[in-house]
């Protein structure tokens, strides 16, 4: 069965930094890129990053209001996924989705997200 | 920025067929995806580049998408449907962009 599954999600004042996992199992990690994605309460889906393969240098895309503040890495030896955020604020307040993505194939360019894990949530108070 | 726009809430009849709209400028050349999620859940894809459905989504969801929108079928709506869908697409800048989020209501 895929699974991921997020930690280390907390309450932070602003300003604050915070580093979440996401555990992986149930397929083979590094075929695929990865990425985060949030949601803050009562509100919509929020795309923050993505982390390619190794075959794609391990390159990354981050949304613009993250941009600067969030760092999104890998460790293929553990099948885990992470999010740097430092600098955060109130309206970072959300749960933080660690996602999967898969490649079309019949449609190289393409890729969606086809596998979510259950999210942890990420408070910014003072 | 590109935006996708989703009415807030649709209502349907159980067995009835349920009509999702997402609207941006030419979305019909952009492929499109759908999440369902139910609450305290996480997002469900249940349709990917247009109108393919992953294994284990229901034959009732279908997809179309054309011109400036694409649009995401119920037919036979059951109650366990009842949920928030979200439209997704590409952008050149922002891999991933999502809608604003309808709440199907099953009445």
């Known amino acids: 069965e895929m699974q991921l599954v997020e930690s280390g999600g907390n309450l932070v004042q602003p300003g604050g930094s915070l580093r979440l996992s996401c555990a992986v199992s149930?397929?083979?990690?590094?075929?695929?890129?990865m990425d985060w994605v949030r949601q803050a309460p009562g509100k919509g889906l929020e795309w923050v990053g993505r982390?390619?393969?190794?075959?794609?240098?391990?390159?990354?895309q981050y949304a613009a209001s993250v941009k600067g503040r969030f760092t999104i890495s890998r460790d293929e030896s553990k099948n885990s996924l992470f999010l740097q955020m430092n600098s955060l604020r109130i309206e970072d307040t959300a749960v933080y989705f660690c996602?999967?993505?898969?490649?079309?194939?019949?449609?190289?360019?393409?890729?969606?997200?086809?596998?979510w894990g259950k999210g942890t949530t990420v408070t910014v108070s003072s | 920025s590109y935006e996708l726009t989703q009415p807030p809430s649709v209502s349907v009849s159980p067995g009835q067929t349920a009509s999702i709209t997402c609207s941006g400028d030419?979305?019909?050349?952009?492929?499109a995806c759908w999440y369902q999620q139910k609450p305290g859940q996480s997002p469900l894809l249940v349709i990917y580049?247009?109108?393919k459905r992953p294994s284990g989504i229901p034959e009732r969801f279908s997809g179309s998408n054309s011109g400036n929108t694409a649009t995401l079928t119920i037919s036979g709506t059951q109650a366990i449907d009842e949920a928030d869908y979200y439209c997704?697409?590409?952008?050149?800048?922002?891999?991933?962009?999502f809608g604003s989020g309808t709440k199907v209501t099953v009445l």
């Open positions: 996602v999967r993505e898969t490649q079309s194939p019949d449609t190289s360019w393409y890729y969606y997200m086809d596998v």
């Open positions: 149930g397929f083979t990690f590094s075929d695929h890129y």
């Open positions: 982390i390619r393969d190794k075959a794609k240098s391990y390159t990354t």
């Open positions: 030419k979305l019909g050349d952009r492929y």
């Open positions: 580049q247009d109108k």
């Open positions: 997704q697409a590409w952008d050149s800048s922002t891999p991933y962009v």
